[in-house]
């Protein structure tokens, strides 16, 4: 007697292959649908935005007339906002990173640090914000100046740059470690001497997408009282400014549709800053593609 | 029963018997009732060694037995795996290197040390050579040539590598890297050379060339080598110890274990009945 | 020669400078990682502190159980949170309704389905879809979802829930994607080979072995989704509209939490006045709810993790 008759199984095994079929379509469509709004968003962008985009787009100020506002001062402040939270953030998250793989005994204080970076990282950027408004711009009285954006978006990118120099630090092979070690050399001397240069690829790839990530934030720089219409350059980090994504926003939420032309060719000045910003990193990551 | 009878005769009069041979020739290294715990796993169990200056001594064993982590305790490089515990002492020429005040980058400047996998650093074979020198304070150009050279030489790769200084160290040869970790090590001239199986992950080859090194070596350093290979300790070393368990079950010349061993488990494990 | 380079060693200055700086650096690095303890207290602290003074002003009772924010009112404000909290999740559900199978089909086809080569492509745009700033999404709702949108169903005003919620479920596509594929790709290769090994088709295998095998990752990732989607600010401040309702209406404009806090911020709520601190209440509800999906969340995973 046989518990499986082959013919039925051969029967059914059609229909089973017909659903399978059926559903790897399903899951490719569902798949390309994210890719078409994508496509849809750039496509969009670039063809509201292109017929604004021009030198005098680039080197004017803001202005209450659509065809002569331009992105000077916003691209300015956008590079000032980077040029405060770029060595910040870098500083203080390689510093976390190196203290946390390097020297933190493994026990509860570490695995509570380690949670809250965790959790950090899933904090709404708004709430960093209503941080960088009470600390920053009010208790520590920095205002709505450059250093008290840099400083509230540093906190913000800190968790991204933490775990991305983590995990560079933790691919180190140990036994380079036990080779400095063997020398008789510190461990100050083997982390600055030989774990930092093996991980600074790692370390630069995932600092520059966090700071991508910095520049496109809006959100916690209007809670801050980032203004918008400025008319001047910055000229210390003490000073007022507006960066890219609050001018966009400015541009988009006005009621006249030339100003949307407007926004559009702003996004893409900054889509273009992004794509600039990853394609370093890409090349980075190509360039030091592990030679161990 | 005999193996109780050997074994008080291993803790007692083998060490005894082994200073009595060294009174012509000054020790190196002396272990004295050393005991090693990973957390609860009790690694290194009671051993006794006198490690003999210019010599090659030999730490053969199955895998497990400890004899890397005895090599390893040696420049206390063991204590970078977290719950180690160690007691008893070893003395290195004469001071205790478990002592306080006795620094670890001391140490390990004294006694250099290979590993069991070629580990040249992700930089030029110059800076490879030169990083010894430049941590403890080396700064000079010229005196740094000099080291690279020498050292380069002294583990018989000059020639192979003396165009290509600059070159990433990864891009030669795994022997190749192994004799360039060798050279690292030479480059603050240690006193001792600690060998982790180095040409375990070695062709035939580059087996045979480290091989003559460590027998070129041995005029200038005192070395000790762990090896899974009992061809390879008997070629090479002076003296050999066995490992088994964590005690160190015979320790006598090379010739006398390999031909004529006292303990039945160095001859079962020698004539390759275990392991 | 022979004992040159050890005498050099000997003699070389800066040994004690080296045992200082070993036992200073530890310190110093010490006092960097509490930066990001000290964040999270900040934080709580900031949010707990002014809330307190809000509540001094509006009594908390009115807080959590006023169904009116009527906060600008020149009569009398009204500060029940229920507006906005209805606002937030209109928008995440429609968001999780448009995230998750779109998400879980692309993980499933990348874990299962797709070549490496395939891989290689949509794994890149999946990312740089993750890279789109908000402020983009926000002007691609308000300036191409919501017009389609009133094309096919004129009862859709300019500002709404349907439009923003969309746009933030394509913005977490990515998240719940790669997140659930990592959940996937980690269920080992030998489970699968065996049921496959047995004639399982591949769906078989994703829907009986895979997916039930990753589940509590799948979850997480999702939960995760969520808490991205009700933190949520300038897609909702653009095109959501700042109308607190407390109904059901997806099609007008409604007001989340975040895209309160926006507009306060915008505007000149002077400091110290009760609109002023009320931001700092709404950003307090805001954190408790997105601090307890990632809680959730890591705990999902956690035990996902144990699982292999």
Known sequence: MRYIEQETVVRRMNGRMIINRLFQGLFLFATLLALLALVILLYRIVTQGAGHLSLDFLSNFASRFPEKAGIKAALVGSIWLMAVVAPTSIILGVGSAIYLEEYAKKGRITTFIQMNISNLAGVPSVVFGLLGLTIFVRALALGNSILAAGFTMSLLILPVIIVAAQEAIRSVPGELRDASYGMGATKWQTIVRIILPAAIPGILTGSILALSRAIGETAPLIVIGVPVIIQFLPAGVMDTFTALPMQIYDWSSRPQAEFQTVAAAGIIVLMAVLLFMNSIAVIIRNKFDKSY | ?275 | MRTSVQDMIAQSKGKKNKKFIEKLIPVILFLIASVSVLTTIGIVMTLIIETITFFTRVPITDFLLGTTWLPFSNKEAQFGIWPLIVGTLKVTAIAILVAVPIGLSAAIYLSEYATDNVRRVIKPVLEVLAGVPTIVYGFFALTFVTPVLQSLFPEIKIFNAISPGIVVGIMIIPMIASLSEDAMSSVPKSIRDGALAMGSTKFEVAMKITVPAALSGIIASVVLGISRAIGETMIVSLAAGSTPKFDGDFAGSIQTMTAYIVQVSKGDAGYGTTIYYSIYAVGFTLFLFTMAMNILAGYMSKRFREEY
């Open chain 2, 1 to 275: 029963m005999n193996t109780a009878t050997i074994k008080t005769n291993i803790n007692t009069a083998q060490p005894a018997a082994e200073t009595a041979q060294q009174v012509e020739k000054d020790s190196v290294y002396s272990t004295r009732q050393l005991n090693l715990w990973y957390g609860n796993n009790h690694a290194l169990k009671n051993v006794d060694l006198e490690i003999g200056e210019n010599e090659v001594t030999a730490i053969i064993g199955p895998s497990g037995c400890g004899k890397s982590t005895y090599l390893k305790t040696l420049n206390r490089m063991v204590e970078l795996v977290p719950s180690v515990k160690t007691s008893g002492e070893i003395q290195y020429r004469g001071r205790n290197i478990f002592d306080s005040d006795y620094s670890v980058e001391e140490l390990r400047t004294r006694v250099g040390m290979v590993f069991q996998k070629p580990n040249p650093f992700p930089k030029s074979i110059y800076d490879n050579i030169a990083y010894g020198p430049r941590i403890h304070g080396i700064k000079n150009r010229k005196i740094l040539d000099e080291i690279v050279e020498k050292s380069l030489r002294g583990a018989a790769i000059w020639d192979e590598v003396k165009d290509r200084l600059n070159e990433n160290a990864y891009g030669i040869s795994g022997g190749q890297q192994q004799r360039i970790c060798i050279a690292r090590a030479l480059a603050i001239e240690p006193d001792v050379i600690l060998m982790d199986e180095p040409t375990s992950a070695l062709d035939p080859i580059s087996t045979l060339k480290v091989e003559e090194l460590v027998q070129e070596l041995k005029e200038q350093y005192s070395i000790i080598i762990v090896t899974h290979n009992m061809q390879q300790a008997a070629r090479i070393s002076d003296k050999t110890a066995f490992f088994l368990n964590g005690e160190v079950i015979e320790y006598d010349s090379t010739d006398a274990i390999f031909s004529n061993p006292a303990d039945k488990r160095t001859e079962d494990y020698i004539s390759g009945r275990f392991g």
